[in-house]
């Protein structure tokens, strides 16, 4: 019997973190966090069947709901203060620029070469076993081709047999 499902949630930025896990350790794993978020306080497990149904739907699924509105989360803002020395300039720009974003060309070529390989391997299988399947059709037939051969030189054994007793009995008579 499966282990009972819980539902932990977690913030993350303006969302909510929701999984239905067995335990603490595996909702950390699905949240893919390196410390335990329960110890500082940081998670918890959740009870409400309105907030646990959609999770409980989806075990394992790290599932993301907003907490509060766009208004909500925009009135929490603090108010901007203008600056003294350019009230009317744009921020400066930082001069560290964020890196390109990582190429997936590598993955997607992985991920073809074994879908190329499950195939070619379904196709050979498929060819091994209707040899196989060809073998032992022969097998059978040799079987039966031995077991009618057999009974032909049997009954002719037989035959050889009751014939050269009766040439020993006359012999013998005689």
């Avoid at 329960?38 to 998670?43: S, V």
């Avoid at 073998?135 to 054994?157: G, M, V």
């Amino acid at each position: 019997m499966p282990a009972k499902l819980k539902v932990f949630r977690t913030p993350i930025g303006f969302h909510d973190a929701y999984v239905a896990a067995p335990s603490q350790k595996a909702a950390l794993a699905a949240w893919g966090a390196e410390a335990n978020l329960f110890a500082r306080g940081q998670a918890e497990v959740v009870t409400d069947p309105a907030l646990t149904a959609e999770p409980l739907a989806n075990p394992g699924k790290v599932i993301r709901k907003a907490r509060g509105s766009i208004a909500d989360h925009l009135a929490a803002l603090p108010a901007a203060k203008p600056s003294a020395k350019a009230p009317n300039k744009a921020p400066a720009k930082s001069a560290r620029k964020t890196p390109p974003r990582p190429s997936r060309k590598a993955l997607d070529a992985a991920e073809a070469a074994l879908d190329e390989a499950a195939q070619a391997y379904a196709a050979a299988r498929a060819e091994v076993e209707e040899r196989e399947a060809a073998i032992r059709r022969e097998r059978r037939e040799l079987d039966r081709e031995h077991e009618r051969t057999t009974a032909r030189l049997e009954k002719s054994r037989t035959q050889a047999e009751a014939a050269y007793r009766a040439a020993m009995a006359e012999w013998r008579d005689g």
